[in-house]
């Protein structure tokens, strides 16, 4: 791959994934301005954050696990059509005026589930797309398009209501998830046709867990990122309320 088709493929890919992801935090956003305005209660939107939060960190370990032996292309196709599924249900129950906290507890909890395994394909799709003497150049651009986004998102979410927020973040995941399919190009790095056995899985894991046994500092950082993250999901969310 030359040097000016890496980058392209990377810049197709952060461009459709920001975009998307753009769409998925004005949602994540007018979800929790409308839990807390439905019941008057904080304790709404933190149990939001903990619906999504926990089982996030609780399945993180086997996620990453199941990307290294997945094609990382088909993943992040998949779990992108997961998000719209759900952010689908919840449009849906808004506009049958049917909808729920419960209903969005559920569909906070396949996020997190998603997002465990999403977030490292994405990551590891970079470094496939991007030689290693790019990794910091294309780590800085994330962070600043990430960031630039975040700052986006209360903006555009006073364009409307919660099921134009809905519809919006609809449209941003079309066309994230389009380009992907169509314009990006991620090598498969595992080679592998057949589906991923659980027996793998559970070998990748528990390589993994070996690993942490004998890197005590890598394992103490790891504990402490779950703990402040787990922990700044509902203050940060309550904050919000």
């Known amino acids: 791959m030359t040097r000016a088709g890496e980058w392209k493929d990377f810049a197709l890919l952060l461009t459709g994934q920001s975009i998307s992801q ?7 956003f007018a979800l929790v301005l409308w839990a807390y305005s439905s019941t008057g209660q904080v304790m709404a939107s933190s149990l ?3 619906c999504s939060t926990v089982p996030y960190l609780a399945v993180s370990l086997f996620g ?25 249900v919840i449009l849906l129950c808004s506009m049958a005026g049917i909808l729920k906290l419960w ?3 559920a569909v906070n909890v396949l996020s997190g589930l998603m997002n465990a395994f999403q977030k490292p394909a994405s990551d590891v799709a970079v470094t496939l797309l991007v030689k290693k003497s790019g990794y910091a150049r294309a780590g800085g651009i994330q962070s600043s398009v990430s960031s630039f986004t975040g700052i986006l998102t209360p903006i555009l979410l006073g364009l409307g209501g919660l099921p134009l927020v809905l519809a919006i973040d609809l449209g941003t995941f079309a066309f994230g998830f389009l ?4 314009l990006v190009k991620i090598p498969d790095s595992t080679g592998k046709k057949n589906r991923i ?3 793998e899985v559970c070998g990748g894991a528990a390589e993994g867990l070996h690993f942490l046994q004998k890197e005590r500092e890598i394992f103490l950082l790891l504990a402490l990122y779950s703990v402040l993250e787990f922990a700044g999901a509902i203050s940060f969310d309550s904050m919000y309320s």
């Not at 753009?22 to 994540?28: A, E, F, P, Q």
């Not at 199941?66 to 990382?72: E, L, P, R, T, W």
Request: charged share 15%; hydrophobic share 55%.
């Open 22 to 28: 753009m769409g998925s935090s004005m949602t994540s």
């Open 64 to 88: 990453g696990a199941v990307v290294d032996q997945a094609d990382k292309k088909k993943l992040l196709l998949l779990c992108d059509a997961a998000a719209a599924f759900g952010t689908c």
């Open 48 to 50: 939001l954050a903990v």
């Open 103 to 105: 209903i969005l507890c």
């Open 197 to 199: 056995s659980f027996h």
């Open 179 to 182: 380009t992907l399919l169509f």
